[in-house]
């Protein structure tokens, strides 16, 4: 349908804490846990052959990195964790599914996408185009063996966000006439985009979009109130004419409509371009103006207002600059819309999603309770949808607008919802996360102490830095232990006790036990600049710690007899 917008306003779903083990972010890549219990020693050996000779460097495995979604998270599942997946019948997702995979199994060479998915999508088509399945059963088979559960959501929120879209059915004419006098545009020849002829079967639905002064002058293309003032009136770009503003309106925020003639025949009509301003939602100029309370929106509140107050609908329409052009599309009565992707939409299992996140064809299990049969009803909602469509309002990994038809029951049902959900996007098992994150290298080691206190590192933002209470503690003690020496005067070894001038080094020592490690960092500070680096790694053996935080009153160990001791 290449929907343009939709007008239900965004909400953020509260986040459960706890819900799951471990998430996998796009900033955070290299830190994959997925639910795996690694061991420090495990995580340091993984994805590499360990050697025992420690001049041969280590060998490492072809690293193939983990699913990158901007902006989202997710954790694999497996199939009995998945709520509601036994509950449904995954029979007409199947057969949505094998209706995306005819342009997508048809690719000879297809092209690269940057996309999470990619092209992964070609295996499972293909075996999904090879299959005959009639049963249900059969088709949950099919799904289990071809993908993995992945439950995925936006950074810090365990549930995504659902909406509702239809195919408005209206009256109207191919002329203008007294009663049908408000016109339905096709893309206007002076209409550009970059990157874009105008020989392209349709435009993008978002970006900027130009007009052409003269030969070679561009400048935005007229916005909403211009056009309804008649800017491109009288060029013979009419397809049909409506009765209100209002109905046009709902058509383009749906992006598809069918238009009943007087004489009982139907034009189909679907998205063709835009004129390059952003969709503003009139629902929320409504909200924020305090004509309708947030929590009673719906389409229908929204025509209700528009219906009793003309004036104040038109400068309320005029909120919002997008405007939106058709084209007529070749389409039986009863045949459904059709999607971005360019196939028919299939009511209760097509949903459109965010286009440069998602790839078409991907299937979605949605979870959740909705208003389907009444505006204060929580109706299970628990099914496998497809991505086949997609609108300039379908922003980030875990947002859909799910497609219920066309006419005006489905319209009711698509008009009120605007509720949380949990999505389970299923992933073509050669994009394994689990395994994909087992070929991840690992960082080095951190540096020595002495390394450390040799090129000291600058000190990061305070609010950038999240410590738990005992590594605060542990970096208190250690502070206060500096301190202390370097307060304590040169000739306080007079007034030290004798347990303590027993605890001094003897001459016996070597030099190097003798001289404290951080004997030369004032020497070094002084002329090298503080360099950023990670803290040290510390220190577990009581052997090798260093000199500086020895206690005054623990003799050290005269290592030159252990030294000696194998040579012997």
């Known amino acids: ?21 471990a998430w996998l972010s796009a900033g955070a890549a290299g830190l994959f846990a997925a639910g795996l219990a690694i061991t420090d020693v495990e995580a340091r050996t993984a994805g590499r052959d360990v050697s025992h000779d420690h001049h041969e460097a280590p060998k490492r495995g072809p690293v193939v990195w983990p699913l990158v979604v901007p ?8 199939w009995n964790e998945v709520v509601g997946w036994a509950d449904d019948d995954p029979l007409p997702a199947f057969k949505t599914f094998r209706t995306s995979c005819k342009p997508i199994a048809a690719q000879k060479t297809p092209v690269a996408d940057s996309k999470a998915l990619g092209t992964s999508l070609r295996d499972p088509c293909i075996a999904a185009r090879a299959e005959d399945i009639s049963e249900s059963a059969k088709a949950r088979e099919f799904f289990e063996k071809n993908f993995t559960p992945l439950q995925i959501s936006r950074i810090g929120e365990d549930a995504g966000f ?19 006098n408000v016109p339905v545009y096709r893309r206007p020849s002076n209409l550009f985009v970059r990157g874009y002829s105008q020989a392209n079967a349709s435009m993008p639905n978002k970006g900027q979009v130009f007009r052409k002064i003269g030969r070679r002058k561009l400048v935005p293309y007229y916005d909403r109130a211009e056009i309804e003032d008649g800017a491109i009136a009288g060029r013979g770009l009419e397809v049909v004419w409506l009765k209100s503003q209002t109905d046009l ?12 003639l007087d004489d009982g025949s139907i034009v189909r009509i679907n998205y063709d371009a835009h004129n390059g301003y952003p969709y503003t939602p009139v629902g929320r100029v409504l909200i924020e103006r305090n004509i309708i309370p947030k929590d009673q929106m719906s389409m229908q509140k929204i025509r209700e207002y528009m219906e009793q107050s003309p004036d104040a ?5 005029r909120f919002n600059r997008s405007y939106v052009f058709f084209r007529e599309v070749k389409l039986a009565a009863d045949d459904e819309a059709v999607g971005a992707q360019g196939v028919p939409l299939t009511a209760g299992r097509s949903i459109a999603v965010d286009k440069s996140l998602h790839v078409y064809g991907t299937p979605f299990f949605i979870e959740g309770n909705l208003p389907i049969e009444s505006d204060t009803s929580n109706t299970p909602f628990r099914k496998l949808m497809i991505a086949q469509d997609t609108g300039s309002a379908i922003i980030g990994p875990a947002r859909a607008d799910i497609y219920f038809g066309a006419g005006a029951d489905a319209g009711r049902v698509a008009g009120r919802l605007k509720n949380p959900a949990r999505f389970v996007m299923l992933l073509p098992n050669s994009l394994d996360p689990v395994a994909r994150g087992k070929t991840m290298p690992l960082p080095e080691d951190r540096p020595s102490a002495t390394i450390a206190k040799l090129f000291p590192q600058t000190e990061p933002p305070k609010e950038a830095v999240k410590e738990t209470p005992k590594e605060l503690a542990k970096e208190g003690a250690k502070e206060t232990s500096k301190d202390t020496s370097k307060e304590q005067p040169k000739d306080s070894s007079k007034d030290v006790s004798k347990d303590s001038a027993k605890s001094a080094p003897s001459k016996d020592q070597p030099a190097a036990a003798q001289t404290p490690a951080v004997a030369t960092a004032p020497a070094v500070a002084a002329t090298a600049q503080a360099v950023p680096l990670p803290e040290a790694r510390p220190k577990t053996a009581p052997d090798v710690a260093s000199a500086a935080t020895v206690k005054p009153d623990t003799p050290r160990r005269k290592r030159h007899h252990r030294r000696y001791r194998h040579r012997q």
């Open 1 to 21: 349908m290449g929907r343009k917008a939709d007008n239900k306003e965004s909400a953020t779903p509260g986040a459960r804490a706890g819900r799951f083990g």
């Open 71 to 78: 902006d989202g998270q997710y954790a694999p599942l497996k």
């Open 162 to 180: 659902v909406t509702g879209y239809y195919e408005p059915i209206v009256d109207g004419s191919r002329v203008q006439t007294d009663v049908y």
């Open 249 to 260: 309106l709902f058509i383009q925020i749906q992006g598809s409509a069918r238009i009943k």
């Open 313 to 317: 609908a038109k400068e309320l329409r």
